[in-house]
T-cell receptor
Framework: DAMVIQNPRYQVTQFGKPVTLSCSQT?????MYWYQQKSSQAPKLLFH???????NEADTPDNFQSRRPNTSFCFLDIRSPGLGDAAMYLC?????????????FGPGTRLTVT | GEDVEQSLFLSVREGDSSVINCTYT??????LYWYKQEPGAGLQLLTYIFSNMDMKQDQRLTVLLNKKDKHLSLRIADTQTGDSAIYFC???????????????FGKGTKLSVKP
């Protein structure tokens, strides 16, 4: 019955080695989001897709990219991970943009950079 | 700044009430939210309140909003060990220069419930 699925749950990558995190949803929602949550910090929005329209937050580093090949899937690509990119990455979906549309979160992928 | 402030830890005994407090930043926020994160799980929406309301009750949960002070609280009555989790306050400020509907989260309050 999982609605927002993230794979893998744990990912280890080497400094500078590209890594891709995956998110899929069974809700047929228009919007998909990627958040970064560092230890003991608030989740921080990196970007979102409204359908095929990509919206990058102003302070998201260029090192982070995203792809949404279809409604169900969205990927987070980190081109050259640094030690500071180690975090939990949360994917979320919502039916539409704006309030009060609930955002449904996946369980997250914990990224370790060695 | 745009920081949503919460105390980081709260410890209560089973059966007591828990009150988690939050100070948000933007009076333009039309909705304010409480999310729960259990270990190893994603964030789950618990409840939300519209900014023209002072209070909202949903079973064991009571949300109080003081718009003048930009203060939000979540009261959990008869707290159970299953309520142990991290609770995040979030707002969606209209004046924020980011995306429409962007959730601005606090750092979360870790609630520990002792038997």
């Amino acid at each position: 019955d999982a609605m927002v699925i993230q794979n893998p749950r744990y990912q280890v990558t080497q400094f500078g080695k590209p890594v891709t995190l995956s998110c899929s949803q069974t809700l047929n929602h228009n919007v998909m989001y990627w958040y970064q949550q560092k230890s003991s910090q608030a989740p921080k929005l990196l970007f979102h897709y409204y359908d095929k329209d990509f919206n990058n937050e102003a302070d998201t580093p260029d090192n982070f990219q995203s792809r949404r090949p279809n409604t169900s899937f969205c990927f987070l690509d980190i081109r050259s991970p640094g030690l500071g990119d180690a975090a939990m990455y949360l994917c979320a979906t919502s039916r539409d943009l704006g309030t009060p549309y609930e955002q449904y979160f996946g369980p997250g992928t914990r990224l370790t950079v060695t | 700044g745009e920081d949503v402030e919460q105390s980081l830890f709260l410890s209560v005994r089973e059966g007591d009430s828990s009150v988690i407090n939050c100070t948000y930043t933007d009076s333009s926020s039309t909705y304010l939210y409480w999310y729960k994160q259990e270990p190893g799980a994603g964030l789950q929406l618990l409840t939300y309140i519209f900014s023209n309301m002072d209070m909202k009750q949903d079973q064991r949960l009571t949300v109080l909003l003081n718009k003048k002070d930009k203060h939000l609280s979540l009261r959990i009555a008869d707290t159970q060990t299953g309520d142990s989790a991290i609770y995040f306050c979030a707002e969606t400020p209209l004046n924020y220069g980011g995306s429409q509907g962007n959730l601005i989260f606090g750092k979360g309050t870790k609630l520990s419930v002792k038997p």
